[in-house]
């Protein structure tokens, strides 16, 4: 009797894989997902702390750029203004604790082509009273009465004026101003610009 066939029947490898065959098996692929997820969620949370951080440091540009801005504005605007009394009051005059500053602007009245007086030679002064103050969202601007005629910048806080009627150790042209361009991150800190410096009017 032929045994041969049935011994190697017996010693067959059956269902399971054989030696050089293509494929994988549930565990190998459970185990292969789970570490392409593990992959793809520290991909992820790198993604999401780059963006972060791009984004701060853009904020972080746009404050300092406003912060800058707003003294270059002011500088630019005082620069056109000068001591001088009218109704009563000296002009420049800080106001509202210092939080706001009151000038007045020489200006071409008889039309001259100059701000003074063809004949006399007196400065002329535009009869208007100017404002410089920020708003409840803190936004820098030039005021005409009530009407805001000029912006000089964006995220001011803690906005302070001087002049030599404040501190005699001023010059008598000299005006001194202090503001923080700030901008929460809401991450439990604010981005800020400090500016400290002054403008010497014209006369």
């Known amino acids: 009797m032929n045994l041969r066939p049935r011994v190697s029947l017996c010693l067959g490898l059956g269902p399971s894989r ?4 293509a494929g994988f098996t549930f565990v190998e692929v459970a ?3 789970a570490i392409f997820a593990m992959l793809l969620a520290s991909v992820f949370s790198i993604m999401v702390e780059t963006s972060s951080f791009l984004r701060d440091n853009e904020d972080d540009v746009v404050v300092q750029a406003e912060g800058n801005r707003a003294f270059q504005r002011f500088a630019d605007v005082l620069r056109k203004s ?4 009218a109704g009563g009051f000296s002009y420049p005059r800080v106001a509202n604790g210092g939080a706001e500053l ?3 602007v020489l200006s071409d009245l008889d039309g001259n082509g100059f701000a003074y007086d063809g004949a006399t030679g007196a400065l002329e002064w535009d009869p208007s009273v ?4 920020t708003d409840g969202s803190g936004n820098l601007d030039v005021y ?3 009407t805001r005629i000029y912006s000089l910048g964006r995220f001011i806080q803690n906005l302070r004026f001087e002049t030599i009627a404040e501190d005699s150790a001023l010059h ?3 005006i001194r101003i ?3 361009a700030r901008k929460p991150t809401g991450k439990g800190f604010d981005l800020v610009q400090s500016v400290s410096a002054s403008v010497h009017m014209r006369n």
Not at 18 to 21: A, H, K, L, M, V
Not at 82 to 85: E, K
Not at 130 to 133: H, P
């Open 178 to 180: 202090a503001y923080e």
């Open 18 to 21: 054989r030696r050089g065959e």
């Open 102 to 104: 009151e000038f007045k």
């Open 82 to 85: 000068g001591r001088v009394t």
């Open 144 to 146: 005409n009465g009530g």
């Open 172 to 174: 008598l042209k000299e």
């Open 31 to 33: 185990i292969s997902l």
């Open 130 to 133: 100017y404002t410089l103050k």
